[in-house]
């Protein structure tokens, strides 16, 4: 048991909170291959051992071993390596939930290249911005007619991309994944020398939103999964053999948190339902029919959840529910317990980092609170000046230390963002500009971000890109997207709007300008309300201040 763990923790069991936070250590080695050291791995000591469980909307079921992704991910290694890649290519894939993408990741690894996961609501220029900024080499994309459209019109303005494989299917111009696989040999032999990777090279991309400007290309290294042993083994608290999910499509990093890597380390099985549409019914039978172990879903999901007669489904299998990627509110917690005789355990983090404050074990769930810090990633709460701040005063959540060890699990910079990279992790500490404050028990309760990415159903939106797609249009001289209050997904996109002269209020146009949206960018981001005004409230300098909208918001939802 714990085969795997146990090479890289010198220690894996602890009796409270404070003795893991003091002694849990990752011995990361000089040369880490998820591929070889935890797929193949697996496939030779026990070779029978589940690796996934996979289905479908269609009625359509599939279990694979460790043998089957080992064998699986060596074919596809193989047959990428004769189109081209190797070690540093860099490769895009847009795959939804299908069962491949855990096949073509491990693939990847394998031949030391990169991969960008993505999300399959990304427009024409969103891929162009993603190919040019990360020299993309290939795509991988799952048969779909909006995903492959938009690669598709993305290709004169990428001149990088050489290849495009379609998975689940066949379109004209693609190479289907299945036909490229089917006759490739199922060994493949480990790199070595110039062509192999150590821990230090680059595994992962995932391109993050901020206030201002594009997205960021954010880098994993090949150590990156080691620093998910927190996320999964002493966070969802995933079970040898046992089935485990993580409610995320594969284009988001919460895939990487909860759906391979330290899931995978710890032996888990994950399962995984390629929902077409998330209805709160349907999930809530899968996770009764396959009598899941450990659960992990965004707080929206369990507000939709919670819509529904959750007590007439059994549920008892589940041992520990978890949730992350925007604050909890106490009243789901409590009343998932009422009916469910288990808390959620919340926990948080970045696309940067693995889960950097949680609920452990050790740790009874507070309503409102997100848990204690992780051990390993010195999570200090600091003021403007950079000093910790006291109990009860709020303070950025930095993650500190880094010139002394820089913790397994963190990114380690921005691709072909040197200065970027520099100013961001290149000094003692890394400033997450989330708020927080830590009670007398060291309880950490989110506050809020001291910038303006907005958290809500999972995601994290950028105003900078809502309002730029508004302004397009040309209805709208100025606007100011913030988050707004939602009794069932907790927070939504506003758009606050001062009109063209020639354009009244009216719910067509507001149809209009959500629409537009969507087609401008990915649609997710679109603007759930959108308010119209004469004028945006300003600082003296002339900046638009979101924080007095989110104010005036959040006093009309009391």
């Not at 690669?151 to 379109?171: C, H, M, T, Y």
């Amino acid at each position: 048991m714990d085969y795997i763990l146990k090479k890289y923790c010198p220690r894996i069991e602890f009796d409270s909170y404070e003795d893991f936070y003091a002694n849990f250590k990752i011995n990361v080695p000089e040369v880490f291959n998820f591929g070889f050291d935890v797929v193949d791995e697996w496939a030779r000591v026990e070779p029978d051992k589940p690796a996934l469980l996979w289905c479908n909307d269609a009625g359509e079921e599939r279990l694979f071993t460790f043998t089957d992704i080992s064998r699986l991910s060596n074919k596809t290694a193989n047959a990428f390596s004769k189109l081209g890649i190797g070690k540093g290519d860099v490769v895009m894939m847009i795959l939804r939930r299908r069962w491949e993408y855990w096949v073509c990741a491990a693939a990847l690894c394998k031949l030391g290249a990169t991969l960008i996961p993505a999300s399959l609501q990304l427009t024409t220029h969103d891929i162009v911005y993603r190919a040019n900024s990360a020299n993309v080499k290939m795509m991988v994309c799952v048969c779909d007619e909006y995903v492959n459209t938009q690669v598709e019109g993305a290709l004169p303005d990428s001149p990088s991309i050489q290849n495009k494989i379609v998975v689940a299917g066949e379109r004209e111009g693609w190479i289907p994944f299945d036909t490229l696989i089917a006759d490739e040999p199922d060994t493949f032999e480990r790199p070595t020398g110039d062509a192999g990777v150590t821990s230090k090279d680059i595994m992962l991309i995932y391109f993050t939103s901020g206030t201002t400007g594009n997205p960021k290309p954010v880098m994993h290294n090949f150590a990156h999964p080691l620093g998910h042993i927190l996320t999964a083994k002493y966070w969802q608290q995933v079970r040898e053999n046992c089935l485990h999910m993580s409610v995320t499509d594969s284009g988001w990093a919460k895939f990487g948190w909860g759906k391979i890597y330290g899931q995978w380390i710890a032996g888990a099985t994950i399962f995984c339902y390629d929902m077409d549409k998330f209805i709160p019914t349907k999930l809530l039978q899968k996770m009764q029919d396959y009598k899941l172990t450990t659960f992990c879903a965004p707080p929206t999901m369990y507000r939709f959840m919670l819509q529904e007669d959750v007590a007439a489904y059994d549920l008892s299998s589940i041992q520990n529910f978890a949730t992350a990627g925007e604050p909890l509110n106490a009243e789901v917690t409590i009343k998932w317990e009422k009916l469910t005789g288990r808390k959620i355990r919340e926990g948080f983090g970045q696309t940067e980092g693995p889960v950097l404050v949680a609920t452990y074990p050790w740790i009874e769930p507070k309503p409102g609170s997100m848990g204690k810090p992780s051990p390993l990633l010195n999570i200090k709460l600091l003021d403007d000046d950079g000093y910790e701040v006291e109990d009860g005063e709020e303070g950025a959540i930095c993650i500190t230390g880094l010139k002394e060890a820089y913790p397994p699990g963190l990114f380690v910079g921005y691709y072909g963002m040197p200065e970027a990279t520099k100013e961001t992790v290149g000094g003692e500490y890394y400033n997450l500009h989330d708020m927080a404050w830590r009670d007398s028990q060291g309880y950490v309760s989110f506050v809020g971000r001291n910038d303006d990415v907005i958290k809500c159903s999972g995601y994290r939106i950028s105003p900078f890109e809502v309002e730029s797609a508004l302004v397009k249009h040309d209805a709208v001289i100025e606007c100011a997207v913030t988050a707004a209050p939602d009794a069932i997904r907790g927070l939504v996109v506003k758009a606050t709007v001062v009109l063209a002269s020639g354009y009244e209020p009216s719910p067509e146009l507001t149809k209009e300008l959500q629409t537009f949206v969507k087609k401008e960018t990915a649609p997710y981001k679109y603007p759930r309300i959108v308010e119209y005004v004469d004028v945006l409230p300003r600082t003296i300098n002339g900046k638009i201040r979101r924080n007095v909208i989110r104010d005036r918001d959040l006093e009309a939802s009391k």
